[in-house]
């Protein structure tokens, strides 16, 4: 192994801004087309990752792609203005890579501090906040302009980064959670998962009480679930209405809420909610599986005479998210059936021109590194539209002088996949410490080494 850290680091940046976020928080699609998968194990691309950022020594801002890199990215370059509206992962990378093109950037973010779900919605045992302050202080250093405690509510607000602005990219991600639509909802000691992880996040949960109640199966259910025992629940159950190999929450996240000591009903959902003084009691129905429905998954089907009920101190749900648009007034954009955002599929460009949007409010809620892939195609799409090339950081190049580098035939080490370190259940009560670890230097030197090195493919060894 060559140890040269902060050169992978910078080769890494060249496509992601959050490289120490993703080493943590990524769920990996990339490892179903890793071809190791087929001998083994995939690589384990993301720890490798963290292991990276955590390993690359910087002295000094200037060694750091893209300030060490004058070819790329000029400072004093400020031609035609971009809003993005909406300071998560999506908006945050498409003002990483337009700010390289030269275009002058401004993101106005609602919240008190930037980075979107990456800062209030995913809890510090899993993403230290610290980790998604210092890249995002990395953007803001390019000379991003970070508006936060901006909200665009209004349609005077709209009008104004209309009139004020050369082009807009709308990332504002799905931040309004889905009703159960069942009777006594709106009761007191019921919140949605997004509004409870916001408040984890910013400090105003301290406690929670002693029975929790989950309702849905996504990751920020699980999330939720594994924040209130940290919070001093002692009872958590997450309620699901399908099976648990139909569950949305990765099976890692589901595992561990597992060991932490949160329980699981599945095939049940809610009926009704009563509301009392301190406590809560929610009439469930269990539920069996009928015919597959439009996303492929078998619907469950209410099972006649199975009600009962369960009693929590605090009930909190997690079963879908949705954009709040509504600061775009009636009709200024075409709209999908489920409420999101409808883009030209090629060009990220809404119905209104020069409005491009992209990120949850196109996709729905999904994984970060897909959030940051349509902020890096809208920062290519909005600079062509500018007049630019739209042209991306190449990483061919830095691949190549890699390739050069290798001495004789490459042949993977026999070593399966490196089994990643945790830390002990016992220590996770009552505190948000995180939970994964980063590889020792001989578990990250192994798990490189496993690498088939695909990418040699291509290029003839010339001993």
Known sequence: ????????????????PFPASLGRVCFRPCETV????????????DHIKRYITEKASVKNRSEIFPFNSPDIFDPKKEDKK????????AGLSAAYFLRMMGRDVTVFEKGKLAGGLLTYGIPAYRLPKKVVQDEINLIKAMGVQIKTNSFIRT??????????????????????????????????????????????????????????????????????????LRLGAKDVTVIYRRSRSEMPAHYEE????????????????????????????????EMQLGAADKSGRRKPVPVSGSEFTLDADLIITAIGQASDLGFMGDNLVELTKWGGISVNPVTM?????????????????????????TGQKAASVIDKYLGGPGKLPDNNDRAVEV?????????????????????????????????????????????AGRCLRCDLENKEYQP
């Open 1 to 16: 192994m060559q140890k040269e850290y902060l050169r992978a680091f910078n080769l890494i940046r060249r496509s992601v």
């Open 34 to 45: 890793c071809r190791r998968g087929e001998i083994d194990n995939p690589i384990a691309i």
């Open 82 to 89: 971009v809003a993005v509206i909406g300071g998560g992962p």
């Open 155 to 228: 349609k005077a607000q709209w009008d104004n980064i209309r009139n004020n602005f050369d082009a807009v990219f709308i990332a504002v991600g799905s931040g309004r959670s889905t009703k159960l639509g069942v009777p006594g909802e709106g009761g007191k000691n019921i919140i949605d998962a997004l509004s409870f992880l916001n408040d984890v996040n910013s400090g105003k949960y301290k406690k929670v009480p002693a029975r929790v109640a989950v309702v849905g199966g996504g990751n920020s259910a699980i999330d939720s679930a594994r924040s209130a």
């Open 254 to 285: 589901i595992e561990q809420a597992q060991k932490e000591g949160v329980k699981f009903r599945f095939l049940t959902a809610p009926k009704e909610v009563k509301c009392g003084v301190a406590t809560n009691t929610m009439e469930c129905i």
């Open 349 to 373: 460009e809404t119905s209104q021109k020069g409005v491009f949007a992209g990120g949850d409010t196109v996709t729905s809620a999904g994984m970060v590194i897909y959030a940051i892939a």
């Open 403 to 447: 390739i050069d580098s290798i001495k004789g035939p490459h042949e993977p080490l026999k070593f399966d996949r490196q089994i990643i370190p945790h830390i002990d259940v016992k220590k996770r009560h009552h505190n948000f410490r995180e939970v994964i670890c980063s590889y020792s230097d001989s578990a990250a030197y192994k798990e």
